[in-house]
């Protein structure tokens, strides 16, 4: 299945200035096989090695950081002989070999020749007593669930994904029941690779749960095998409350709802570990759409979206039926609906999240964006409830904003918005984003 971030590999591949890679995201997203179908297409040959419980190579780097002596037991161990420019070493699972992550130091300065990509479930959050990780001396991408076009992608829709990128509206909206349907689709099925490639092969909802619930399953586990011991129990609390959280109306994270009495000083770090884990996404509450908007953000008031819709679906039961039909989920459409946006919007890179709303008023917005130096006020409506009192308001209180609202309807250009289809979110604000970039760009030229 083609992966967007292959693109992004191959810029690393070919810069001047290349530093070994590290490869971020959370288990299952498919890290392991990006890395290897990478080094497949662009590379000579690959040397792969799985740190976790190999036993030839948990002391690749306890002696020393000899870089030559590093790679010659890499190319035993793998039988691939390595050449600068040819080869592709992988580093599978780094995290579980001591000293492995500083030795990536001692590759971009001794040894930059070599293209080094190493991959981790949980890089940068427990590492092992007196090593340190590599400030400066490593370049760094993240590895999401697949986005919506992804799934169109590796459903062979590849004509939809066609005019979808090409944004064409007129186009856009002759085919709105198509998209609707394979949207539906992706509410269930989610955007962690093995669900898709079930889903593709079968078409049966109730292989692609099994799936679902097997990461689950296999989250807790590595959640319990890296955390702190007392804080197991919290973490799991708040990770089983967040479909619960989200199906209510105002989705501010509540802490009495995990526990009586629960506060929280209690429950903060076990929120980190899932945000470090790259499980949950944390919004918080803007005070003002100002630049830059993390100046303003309010640590107090917060949402937790899960990264995959399919997941949020199946840690919170919700039967297959009612996402794959309309009209079938009743109360939690708008749940199932934000947290889709919210995920989409955190694949795009530089992008600052946030909501807003005001104390003892029902006004509140969805999410407020910061792309380069534009704040976005946006709305989200699960179906084509047009009604947008909160940010006509909004607006009204910020003259200088335009505000886009995401929903199952046309696309059509308003006073004081855009509404734009729900299906089109990730590809429209990325087109959005690159047309700011490059007008700014165009500015900054023509000064200089």
Known sequence: MERAIMDSLVHWKDKQDRKPLILFGARQTGKTWILKEFGKRYF????????????????????DYNTDRIIMTVSAATNETIVPGNTLIILDEIQETRRGLTSLKYFCEDAPEYHVAVAGSYLGIQLR?????????????????????????????TRLLEVLKHLDFQMISSLSSRFIQLLREYYFVGGMPEAVKKFIQTKDPNAVREIQKE???AYRQDLSKHSPVKEVARINQVWQSIPSQLAKENKKFIYGALAKGARAKDYEIAIQWLIDFGLIYKVSRIKAAEIPLSNYEDISAFKLYMLDNGLLGALGNTPAVSLLLPGGLGQSKEAFTENFVCAQIKEISDITLGYFSKDNSRLEIDFVLQISDLVIPIEVKAEENLKSKSLATFVKDNPKLRGIRFSMSNYREQEYLSNVPLYCCNTYLKALKKKREMEIQSALARLI
Not at 52 to 57: F, H, L, Q, S, V
Not at 131 to 156: C, I, Q, R, W
């Open 215 to 217: 990461i689950l399953q």
């Open 129 to 157: 007593e007196g090593e340190s990780y590599p400030v400066g001396k490593v370049d760094t991408l993240t590895l999401y669930p697949m986005d919506f076009e992804e799934f169109l992608n590796a459903k062979g829709e």
């Open 44 to 63: 000579k040959n690959v040397a792969y090695i799985n740190c976790d419980n190999n036993a030839e190579i948990k002391d690749l780097f306890a002696e």
